[in-house]
């Protein structure tokens, strides 16, 4: 078959239309929902899950209250080959941006996952953790404990990792694993398609093409590299086939725990917050109340919080703890633990609609925002934490002035490019065009969990470093360099914006004038698209509330282009693609340069680009982790600034490679089981035959952390950490 011009609009039927999803009931309200919990998520996406779940694992009780609705196990949603099918259905927020005016004036479509295990119902299941690098530049910028050594063992903890099927598919693809930087007994389902596109072209000669024009190919694109070509996994189950998500990783198989409740299809509509005060000391019971849940009614803001029977204890000193319903018993004892000064968050408002009542639950020890870096900014300011103009503009009685609150928001984006391969012997598109080998293709995906339905996601990519691509990469970093912080900037904004943003532009110089770095990605489709997106991005936007109406999508604008380096960085990108098509592994497979032409001039390619950003789905930053005086949200713990105990983890506290959502949730729940364990060995209070049992738990946890990632921990170090911090106190 040779690709014509006419050959474009087989594209549009790749995206194959499925019936219909029968959806699961929104948990029963009136039946199973508790008036109080210790702990309270926001957003049962990605990092909702996995912190509710980590959470729960311990003798506390956990609520994650989720907007959407749980999926049905369609077959659009497990199955790789419709990978991309649900962007637009019921599971996705279908969100927009404002007009990109620094591209071609118009909006660009938003993707979020509105469902029970958020994105990882809707993203290409690409398994990257992003370079090392970024991560140690994340803690320079002043997060200490978010370096690239400090996040592998969660990264670890997360993942089941499998390797490719055969070892002559690891050698023809270049597909190599390091076994000391991969976990084997995670949640998450991280392995290869039982499928591979042209086998004996198309891989191996993008591959050599690269490797002629100086990208080397990855070793382990997961080991903490940040530049290069390679196949990368995906989080895949390695024996059915079906899409690992956070739902089926870490909310079915833990459904029955008595102690984790997960509602769907109620959104979150305000934080409760009771009141400024200094230090204090909370005083939690070390026995479960019995809560009565023929009723749901609202609970008013602050009821029962420090009172006996309101939250699940910690163990007790012999490690039995209490049963989940009993009252609080003859022995019942008080712990302790010393909160920040701030405002005390009392729990949170919700609703499944505009005009339904709204109902309020308690929680009596933190509340914990992961409703993703739009709507959990958006909370944010709906409750009144963030920029003083924009509450004063809508009558929100402000909480907590936090101007970096919806700022600062930064993305991968991406312009998508075509070049049909005209000499190729397997291809995607044939699938839409060959009902006989679709057909064949499903029964042998439905019977032998193998064939190309197996192969949906884009896994060969590439990242090339700006020197090491471009003879124009000094000017461009050069004029970066000497831009005034606030240029390109929203105008107007707090000076702790322009400080943060200073340091971020520095970083950015000097990552992107490493060759270890990559400038952009190259998204390889089996089909004749090499699609570029920018990995180190300038330009940076704002998400903010237009309306008190909680159900009223926030404005969201992204700002792409703003910033001209990326442009240039984006026009560089497009140049390279053409050198790649030029080379002799590449000519071979005879492609044909539709998008761009092969005769479009740099002034012609930039148009393209101005029409052509779209998102890659990585929206990061509005809640981010920085110092305050930088524009920051959260301190390194999560914690929002100014208050007690009010945490955000998802993508928006920092920058976000695909996968890392799971690594910053792992980390998240981490902190908060740390944190839980502090409060009973705090040696003025407890004697130190107690402090002896809880550090041994303490220092079991980081064993078996150990036995299940293969990696040597350093697990004294935490201990000695914790109790440490305890005797500060």
């Not at 803690?139 to 063992?153: C, R, V």
């Not at 499928?195 to 690269?210: E, I, M, P, R, T």
């Not at 959104?267 to 849940?293: A, C, F, H, M, Y």
Request: net charge negative.
């Amino acid at each position: 078959m040779r690709w014509t011009l006419s050959g474009r609009a087989i594209i549009l039927s790749l995206f194959l239309k499925c019936g219909r999803a029968v959806l699961l009931h929104a948990r029963d309200l009136n039946t199973a929902l508790q008036p109080s919990y210790d702990y309270i998520v926001v957003g049962c996406g990605i990092s909702g899950l996995v912190v509710a779940n980590r959470l729960s694992e311990d003798n506390v009780s956990v609520l994650c209250i989720e907007a959407g609705n749980p999926d049905n196990y369609e077959e659009f949603i497990q199955v790789p080959q419709f990978v991309g099918s649900d962007i637009g259905s019921q599971y996705d927020w279908n969100l927009g941006t404002a007009p990109q005016t620094f591209l071609d004036g118009l909006p660009r479509p938003m993707p979020q996952g509105r469902v029970l295990g958020g994105g990882s119902i809707l993203n290409a299941m690409c398994w990257n953790r992003g370079g090392a690098d970024d991560y140690n530049t994340w803690e320079a910028l002043g997060n200490p404990g978010w370096s690239w050594q400090d996040l592998l063992p969660y990264f670890m903890k997360s993942e089941t990792y499998t390797p490719v099927p055969s070892q002559e598919l690891a050698e023809q693809f270049s597909i190599n694993y390091n076994p000391d930087v991969h976990g084997h007994n995670g949640p998450v389902q991280v392995s290869y398609p039982r499928y591979f596109y042209n086998q004996s072209d198309l891989l191996v000669n993008l591959f050599s093409a690269l490797n002629l024009l100086g990208v080397p190919t990855e070793f382990d694109p997961n080991d903490g590299t940040s530049s290069g070509a390679a196949f990368i996994p995906t989080d895949i189950d390695p024996v059915n086939q079906t899409r690992s998500d956070a739902r089926r990783a870490y909310f079915d198989p833990y459904a029955s725990r008595p102690n984790f409740h997960v509602i769907t299809g109620n959104q979150v509509t305000r934080i409760l917050i009771d009141s400024v005060g200094g230090t204090v000391t909370e005083k939690t019971p070390p026995t479960r109340s019995s809560l009565s849940v023929e009723s749901t009614a609202s609970i008013a803001a602050g009821e029962g919080i420090f009172g006996e029977g309101s939250s699940t204890p910690p163990p007790t000193v012999d490690g039995a703890g209490a049963g989940a319903g009993a009252g609080a018993g003859a022995g019942a004892r008080y712990q302790t633990r010393d909160l920040p000064s701030g405002l005390r968050i009392t729990g949170v408002e919700f609703a499944p609609n505009a005009s339904s009542p709204r109902r309020t639950v308690t929680a009596t020890r933190e509340v914990i925002v992961t409703a993703g870096s739009f709507h959990s900014a958006q909370l944010l300011q709906l409750s009144g934490i963030g920029p003083r103009a924009l509450l004063e503009r809508y009558g929100i009685p402000i909480a907590v002035e936090l101007p970096g609150v919806g700022q600062n928001l930064q993305d991968h984006y991406l312009v998508g490019t075509f070049y049909p391969y005209n000499n190729v012997s397997r291809s995607p598109a044939q699938l839409a065009q060959n009902a006989t080998y679709n057909a064949e293709a499903r029964e042998e995906y439905y019977s032998m969990k193998t064939g190309p339905w197996t192969a949906g996601s884009p896994n060969a990519v590439a990242f090339p470093s700006l020197p090491d691509t471009s003879n124009r990469s000094a000017d461009i970093l050069l004029s970066a360099n000497d831009q005034p912080a606030a240029r390109y900037l929203v105008p107007n904004l707090d000076r702790t914006l322009i400080a943060g943003y200073s340091a971020q532009k520095d970083a950015l110089v000097r990552q992107l004038s490493a060759r270890n770095n990559a400038a952009w990605e190259i998204i390889n489709n089996n089909i004749g698209s090499l699609t570029v997106a920018i990995m180190h991005p300038f330009s940076r936007g704002f998400v903010e509330i237009n309306s008190v109406n909680p159900f009223q999508a926030p404005t969201i604008d992204p700002r792409y282009g703003s910033n001209p380096a990326d442009l240039h960085i984006l026009l560089e990108a497009l140049l390279f693609n053409r050198r790649i098509l030029a080379t002799p592994p590449m000519l071979e497979l005879q492609p044909a340069q539709f998008m761009p032409t092969i005769d479009a001039n740099e002034d012609a390619l930039m148009q393209i680009i101005a029409n052509g950003i779209r998102t890659e789905f990585h929206p990061s930053g509005t809640c981010a982790m920085l110092p305050r005086d930088q524009g920051g949200v959260v301190d390194p713990h999560l914690r929002v600034y100014g208050t007690q105990n009010l945490r955000v983890a998802d993508a928006g506290c920092g920058y976000h490679q695909n996968g890392q959502q799971w690594r910053s949730s792992e980390l998240g729940a981490f902190i908060e089981h740390s944190k839980y364990l502090e409060r009973d060995i705090n040696l003025d209070l407890i004697p130190s035959s107690v402090s002896n049992v809880v550090g041994k738990y303490f220092q079991q946890c980081c064993i078996d952390l150990h036995v299940v990632c293969g990696y040597d921990y350093p697990i004294n170090i935490f201990t000695e950490h914790v109790i440490d911090t305890n005797r500060r106190t």
